[in-house]
């Protein structure tokens, strides 16, 4: 066999590679579409503790989620699930949370729902053929505390834009499995409005969905914090726009985040709960997730409502 001898220039390039690879508190293991159907199966892709992780449910080979276990988390651990938009960066997500998660202790998960199987994740799904988004959540859920022993009693959900949508409307659907929830940035609202039919309100709950019950009792109830950038007010086509929804909402994400929260708190009162539903500004930011993070410090709003207090 031949040996191959490097030049110094190129072992000086090596060493300078393998240095910067190795760097940081978290790495991140990811394919993408290289991946085989072999590396799909759970024990070709073993879990990495302290490694961000491109995973595939072991009952679904066809639904992706990124997971994160820091090297602090421990037995029990807290569960922090945050969710994409419909550009679909959930490997961003776990990149930009990872560094919270590690400070936490806490295990994060970042779902990817597909254009194809969950056209309509922000409304939890369940049209036709594409997958109950909040049913492959449960699923993910699942198999992370499987593999990681992190506590899948409570969640911590935090969702951006249409995650932001998808957030809200998971825990008003399922407010027992939430322990707290940050919505980022939603393009609209589920009003606690029983005059209106779902999407717009909880009239006659959701349809093609019928196991799902929303009782406003127990979602407002739920300790929540509404993000969304101080310049982040364009009614431009990424907005839900109708002159219904404009009117009952407002006509951009400032105004609907706003009344949202108003809204909630005015039915939360109605009920005698003293749960307040609350709402801030991102400093420097419009409606752009890693701007948000970057500039407005999102993170820090996000773990710091979610796990300090």
Request: hydrophobic fraction near 40%.
């Amino acid at each position: 066999m031949r040996s191959i001898v490097l030049s110094p220039w190129w072992s000086i390039a090596l060493l300078i590679l393998l240095v910067v690879g190795g760097a940081g508190c978290s790495r991140i293991i990811d394919d993408g579409a290289s991946l085989s159907v072999e590396s799909r199966e759970p024990e070709q892709n073993p879990l990495r503790t302290g490694v961000i992780q491109l995973r595939y449910l072991q009952n679904d080979p066809n639904q992706p989620y990124y997971v994160y276990k820091p090297a602090s988390a421990k037995q029990d651990s807290p569960m922090f699930v945050t969710v994409h938009g419909t550009s679909r960066d959930a490997k961003l997500h776990a990149e930009k949370f990872a560094p919270f998660a590690d400070a936490y202790g806490v295990v994060l998960i970042a779902p990817l729902f597909s254009e194809e199987r969950a056209p309509n994740y922000q409304q939890l799904g369940g049209k036709g053929k594409q997958v109950r988004a909040d049913r492959q959540l449960d699923l993910i859920v699942e198999e992370t505390g499987r593999i990681t022993s992190a506590s899948t009693k409570q969640l911590y959900l935090f969702g951006y834009s249409g995650g932001g949508q998808f957030a809200h409307r998971y825990a008003m659907a399922h407010p027992e499995r939430i322990a707290r929830l940050v919505v980022g940035a939603a393009g609209w609202y589920t009003f606690p409005d029983r005059s209106l039919s779902y999407p717009q309100g909880i009239r006659e709950g959701i349809p093609d969905m019928p196991d799902l019950l929303l009782d406003p009792m127990k979602f407002l109830s739920i300790p929540t914090l509404v993000l969304v950038g101080e310049r982040d007010t364009n009614h431009g086509d990424a907005l839900e726009q109708s002159p219904d929804i404009d009117a009952q909402q407002g006509g951009n994400r400032v105004e609907r985040g706003q009344r949202w929260v108003e809204a909630m708190n005015e039915a939360a009162k109605s009920k005698a709960l003293t749960n307040v539903f609350l709402f801030k500004l991102i400093p420097n930011s419009a409606h752009n997730f890693a701007q948000c993070m970057d500039r407005g410090r999102m993170g820090t709003s996000v773990f710091e409502f979610l796990f300090k207090e």
